[in-house]
């Protein structure tokens, strides 16, 4: 086994197996949700909301949220482009790759079917 530094020996002098260094937990920053005349841009959540841009999405479920990126979103109900539902969009084959976006049922393209 290799050499120990020194900062690792300090470490196990000082701190016993049971006893571990705490981390100081940061503050989330959150843009449009601390601070609504400089809203954050693009999707983001917390534990209880979906936000896009500052405003909260109101059908939006923060637990199976996911950013899809180019503007798109989804969760376990809907698809979302920049905050808005796409109506007929099938959250379960509904893809972004390279900025091609699809479902089952054909190409979308700005919240859009287009084929």
Known sequence: MGQVSDKQRYFQE???ENE??????KEA?????KNSSNPRPGYY???????YRGEVISNAT???FKKLGYSWAKDHQFVYFQGSVVDGADTKTFIVNNKEVKDKS????RGKRVR
């Open 14 to 16: 000082y701190y016993t």
């Open 20 to 25: 571990k260094p705490k981390r100081k937990q």
């Open 29 to 33: 920053k959150f843009g449009g949700y």
């Open 45 to 51: 959540k917390t534990p209880s909301d979906v936000y």
């Open 62 to 64: 923060p637990s199976t």
């Open 106 to 109: 054909g190409k979308w393209y």
